[in-house]
């Protein structure tokens, strides 16, 4: 028993070194040494290196030959694929979004709640609003974007209080005050959609709306996005917000959304 115990314990701790090494190039570095890759993980080198070479024969990762630096492999892909296909918001947002990029020439992202933040699962860029990379699978604060603010409606006040403890600051247009944000999520569920303008990133900005399932819960949100000027909230506040909604709801619908409940109109629209 106590052998047995022991080898479950060892081989629990293989794992989540091995977890720990992959986990080391979710930082946003595309290329890592051994060292790099032993500090992240908090392991030894020694470790490290063992378990880059066993990930490496797996092609969980790849070592390029002429630097020795190690990047992601073709299998960590592969299980990515699947994994966001299986996503039933993903399988149903993903053409909507797609046509509605080429459409407005305007980014169109989906994104989901995965604990205190958002989880990219649909990215689309239009030729106004490039990107050198994609969002899917990346995570984004819930306060400082549009999709968190819509997600966060599904949660009331005291518990986006203990989910979101403290309000980080990232630029100097971040609502970094409950109070403020508490005002704000009850605009957005009156008016059925969200915006956020250079609230995580200078130059940027977005309009968006909440999605549902069977359940009339929020379960995910759609983003129209883009640089400052070209969004223009100023003056295309009106027109992306009605896009955004209609694709949204589109997607509700096919997620099995039954619309609003006239019983049930106020707590809809609160996301509860």
Same mark, same amino acid.
């Given at each position: 028993m106590g052998t047995d115990k022991r080898m479950r314990s060892d081989s629990n701790q293989s794992v989540e070194r091995a977890a720990a090494v992959l986990g080391a190039f979710t930082t946003g570095l595309e290329l890592l040494r051994v060292a790099d890759v032993a500090a992240l993980a908090g392991i030894g080198q020694s470790t490290a290196s063992r378990l880059l070479a066993t990930l490496e024969q797996l092609e969980y990762v790849e070592r390029d030959a002429q630097t020795g630096l190690y990047g992601l492999g073709p299998a960590v892909v592969t299980l990515g694929g699947i994994a966001v296909n299986h996503l039933a918001v993903h399988r149903e947002a993903r053409q909507r979004a797609q046509d509605l990029a080429h459409t407005l020439g305007l980014g169109v992202n989906v994104a989901i709640r995965s604990g205190n933040s958002i989880f990219y699962v649909c990215n689309f860029e239009g030729v106004n609003a490039p990107r050198s990379y994609t969002l899917v699978g990346q995570r984004n604060p819930l306060h400082a974007t549009g999709i968190g603010k819509c997600l966060l409606l599904g949660l009331d006040a005291p518990e986006r209080r203990k989910l979101l403890p403290e309000l980080e600051q990232f630029t100097p247009a971040t609502i970094a005050d409950h109070d403020r944000l508490d005002a704000e999520l009850a605009a957005i569920g009156s008016n059925?959609? +969200? =915006?956020?303008r250079e609230e995580l990133a200078l130059a940027r900005s977005c309009v968006a709306a909440p999605i549902r @399932?069977? =359940?009339r819960q929020i379960v995910a949100a759609l983003s129209i996005s883009g640089p400052l000027s =070209?969004?223009?909230? @100023?003056h295309r506040e009106k027109e992306l917000s009605k896009i955004a909604i209609e694709a949204a709801d589109s997607i509700s619908v096919g997620l099995g959304y039954p619309?609003? +409940?006239h019983a049930a109109y106020g707590s809809v629209m609160n996301g509860r």
């Open positions: 059925g959609y +969200a =915006t956020e @399932d069977r =359940t =070209t969004i223009d909230l @100023d619309g609003p +409940a």
